[in-house]
């Protein structure tokens, strides 16, 4: 066999190897994406769907969303789930946005289940309601720090149990951060390590009692806390500082 013969015997097995490898790492992330995806506990779900005073659609393009019943919404919030987490289980925690303080709210579906994975931009949400102009970004744990990056193209970030990657400090950008005094995943002093990555006046509201899971309806997460708040208190704790967020922005 001659040596050029040679090269391009071992440049095709290399680069056979190469898409084998791709394909194994592509193949495994989609299935690592789909398993053990953390399910809507199905009580809170259905008693927020039967809540008179909110309406749910399901958007194939946006995600689910969230409105008051009586039509009248002037401010929207993009919320983005944490990893692994059905959208669905954001519902009942999220429901009094809509209901109680006039918001719209689209839970987006991340493509694989993962924010990170998710390229869309915010305007690919915000469609959904297209009669909103002032609009909120915000997510819980890995979906926060993904709306971190979405947030220079909206009116205000609020975070749930996350924090940001990226700078925002030098931006004039309102920002809102809950986090919960249990929480074993991002926990008080991550909050607080990545605190100056947010602009200086960013509210800083940590609820007692939530842990990380407490921002959902999921069940308990591996290397989480225990809650000690009750799901109603949770949800009235989330709301009141999001709406105030959501009355300066009006």
């Not at 969230?66 to 429901?95: M, N, R």
């Not at 970004?137 to 947030?151: D, E, F, P, T, W």
């Amino acid at each position: 066999m001659t040596s050029a013969k040679r090269r391009r015997r071992v440049l095709r097995w290399v680069l056979w190897s190469l898409l084998g490898l791709v394909v194994l790492v592509v193949g495994g992330t989609v299935i690592w994406s789909q398993v053990g995806v953390m399910q809507a506990e199905p009580e809170p779900l259905a008693a927020a769907e039967a809540n008179p005073a909110l309406t749910i659609d399901d958007d194939a393009a946006a995600g689910i969303v969230l409105a008051p019943a009586d039509g009248g919404s002037e401010v929207g919030l993009v919320f983005i789930p944490g990893a692994k987490v059905q959208p669905e289980a954001y519902i009942s925690k999220l429901q009094d946005l809509a209901a109680e303080d006039g918001i719209t709210v689209v839970i987006t579906r991340p493509w694989l289940n993962l924010a990170f994975f998710d390229l869309r931009g915010l305007d690919a949400f915000t469609s959904a309601a297209p009669g909103i102009d002032t609009w909120m970004v915000g997510g819980h744990s890995l979906g926060g720090v993904r709306s971190c990056q979405l947030a220079p193209d909206a009116d205000a970030l609020v975070l749930f149990g996350s924090y940001c990657a990226n700078d925002l400090s030098d931006s004039d950008l309102p920002a809102l951060s809950l986090s919960g005094s249990e929480d074993g995943l991002s926990t008080p002093q991550k909050i607080a390590d990545a605190r100056h990555l947010l602009p200086e006046d960013a509210e800083m509201v940590e609820i007692d009692g939530a842990s990380h899971a407490s921002f959902g309806d999921y069940g308990p997460q591996d290397g989480d806390g225990t809650p000690t708040i009750s799901d109603e208190d949770m949800r009235r704790q989330l709301a009141e500082p999001i709406g105030s967020l959501a009355d300066a922005l009006r």
